[in-house]
Structure formats: structure tokens, C-alpha cells
């Protein structure tokens, strides 16, 4: 498994943008397919968005299709999830995971992914 630490979080007003990071420090994670998830106070945590290995196929849920982008670093050692348009039902901790290669079909349930990173906190607020 990599070690995986998610960084960018922050505070940001409603429309702003702000750019996660997941990154690992030891083997390149190209091979996994990595989703984010986040995880709002009192809801339960949802996928946000996932790209799957070769090809890159990407998703996105609804609610952030066309202000979300979902990409990978050259390096197979970061995976990037550009948020624009921020709005501030985004705020959450968001968390990024690596699928278990044991799925070979596309899926963003939270129970096919075992490898989580720490998480970093989005506040969207006027």
C-alpha cells in the first residue's frame, strides 16, 4: 500500500478556488485507481470524484460536474482535485483513497476503497 497525505485544504469564499492534493512520498500510485470522498459535520461521507487507471477514465457526482477536475501528476505520484466555483455546501474534510485492485469495474463506493489518507479540511464561508 502507499501512504497517502492529502494537502490544500483551507478557508475560501463562496466562488473561490482551491486545488487538493494527494500525494505520496514513496511508490507512484498510477496503477490504483484513487477517489475523493468528503465527509461533512452530521452527514455521512460521499464520493466526490475518482479516476481509474489506464485509460483515465474519470467521475464526478452531480453536484460538482463542471467545477470539480479530477487529474494526475506525470510523476504517477499525485493525484489533483481542482475545485472551482466553490460553493458552501462543499465545506467538508476531504479524503482521498486507493481502490482495491480486487474491483476491475468503475465504482465509488467508500467500502471498495481500503487505503485512506488523513483527510484536510474545505470551509467555504462569506
Known amino acids: 500500500q502507499v501512504h497517502l497525505v492529502e494537502s490544500g485544504g483551507g478557508l475560501v469564499q463562496p466562488g473561490g478556488s482551491l486545488t487538493l492534493s494527494c500525494a505520496t512520498s514513496?511508490?507512484?500510485?498510477?496503477?490504483?485507481?484513487i477517489g475523493w470522498f468528503r465527509q461533512a459535520p452530521g452527514k455521512e461521507r460521499e464520493g466526490v470524484s475518482y479516476i481509474s487507471t489506464v485509460p483515465d477514465i474519470t467521475y464526478y457526482r452531480d453536484s460538482v460536474k463542471g467545477r470539480f477536475t479530477i487529474s494526475r501528476a506525470d510523476s504517477g505520484k499525485a493525484v489533483y482535485l481542482q475545485m472551482n466555483n466553490l460553493k458552501i455546501e462543499d465545506t467538508a474534510i476531504y479524503y482521498c483513497?486507493?481502490?482495491?485492485?480486487?474491483?476491475?469495474?468503475?465504482?465509488?463506493?467508500?467500502?471498495?476503497?481500503?487505503?485512506w489518507g488523513q483527510g484536510t479540511q474545505v470551509t467555504v464561508s462569506s
Open positions: 483513497a486507493t481502490r482495491d485492485p480486487i474491483y476491475t469495474d468503475y465504482g465509488m463506493a467508500s467500502y471498495e476503497y481500503d487505503n
Open positions: 514513496g511508490s507512484p500510485m498510477d496503477h490504483y485507481t
